[in-house]
């Protein structure tokens, strides 16, 4: 019994009783994502992304996502443009956000890549975007890291964090074929008629 407890208490002091966390995660700050599908539990990188990520996170602490919602789903059968991706979007409702927009970090900059599962601001032109709008990616989507052709610009999208629980919920979400007639052919057929909403977001730790 002796010889057991000596042994854990060695193991302890080694550092190896538990997995241990890398420094991103280290630095990370976990945001339970709610919606009437279930939770979505993600890890946002302020350290990496300080931007992009802070930019969220002041929309969670002031609560700016009330009424906020998943409202366009991409998939190969109904994407407009090329490369072809896989995203659902969410965020405000209203098309004026209500703060101002930040500066654009790039995934060659920040070392987050659209990977599934990766969150990212949505954008038009390279820094317009604000926390108001983002999208989760599923599967791996290189054509909106730096120097992917998604956008003519090659400057990608500002990833921030990824999915940890429940991607599931995610993927039902991006199954949802009705969608609003939609006069722009961009997102033809990618507006849902009754987007999925999001009760609540907020920081778990």
């Known amino acids: 019994m002796r010889f057991v407890t000596l042994q854990i208490i060695f193991l302890a002091l080694l550092g190896i009783s538990k997995p241990a ?27 990496k992304a300080p931007l992009s990520a802070g930019d969220f996170l002041n929309y969670v602490d002031r609560g700016l996502y009330q009424g906020a919602a998943f409202y366009r789903v991409v998939r190969p059968d109904n994407d407009n443009g090329l490369p072809v991706i896989e995203v659902i979007q969410g965020g405000l409702l209203t098309e004026t956000p209500p ?44 054509s909106m890291d730096f120097g992917g052709s998604r956008n003519a610009d090659k400057q990608g999208f500002a990833a921030f964090g990824r999915v940890v629980k429940g991607m599931e919920v995610v993927r039902a979400i991006q199954k949802i074929r009705d969608t609003l007639s939609y006069e722009d052919s961009y997102m033809k057929g990618q507006m849902l008629s009754n987007p999925i909403m999001i009760e609540s977001v907020q920081r778990k730790n």
């Open 21 to 47: 966390l890398s420094i991103a995660e280290e630095q990370s700050v976990t945001v339970i994502l709610s919606t009437s599908l279930g939770d979505i539990e993600l890890m946002v990188y302020p350290q």
């Open 99 to 142: 703060t101002e927009p930040v500066t654009h970090e790039s995934t060659q900059q920040t070392g987050i890549k659209h990977l599934d599962g990766t969150i990212s601001l949505a954008r038009r032109d390279v820094g317009t975007a604000t926390a108001a709008a983002f999208f989760i990616t599923i599967g791996d989507q290189p």
